[in-house]
């Protein structure tokens, strides 16, 4: 598989953002594939997953309600849509995946090379 990420820049607190992932080599069928995230000096964490099967999605607590997951099977493509950014959203975005019967990858084999959000004034 191929995963490749876009959509990443700066923008002011309070504004919005839509991240996509495209990933290219086979079907998604059977596949979780989850949004994580690094900023400097800090662990990587999951943001949000769907399970491409039943878009059954999950959501880390500090971005619920702001952040929203989507796939369009058509394009095998992920986005994330986020709203009302915090500066704590700040970090290199990932996009990873793996044939899992979970919500999120617990182990992803597949990783993007990443997009970096900054917000800031």
């Known amino acids: 598989l191929h995963v490749v990420e876009s959509g990443g820049g700066l923008v002011q607190p309070g504004g919005t953002l839509r991240l996509s992932c495209t990933i290219s080599?086979?079907?998604?069928?059977?596949?979780?594939i989850g949004w994580f995230r690094q900023a400097p000096g800090k662990e990587r964490e999951k943001v949000a997953c769907?399970?491409?099967?039943?878009?059954?999605?999950y959501y880390r607590e500090s971005v619920k309600g702001r952040f929203s997951i989507s796939i369009d099977r058509a394009k095998d493509t992920l986005y994330l849509q986020m709203n009302s950014l915090q500066r704590e959203d700040t970090a290199v975005y990932y996009c990873?995946?793996?044939?899992?019967?979970?919500?999120?990858?617990?182990?992803?084999?597949?990783w993007g090379q990443g997009t970096q959000v900054t917000v800031s004034s």
């Open positions: 990873a995946t793996q044939l899992s019967r979970y919500v999120c990858p617990p182990t992803p084999e597949y």
């Open positions: 769907i399970r491409v099967n039943d878009g059954t999605t």
């Open positions: 080599g086979r079907s998604l069928e059977n596949y979780a």
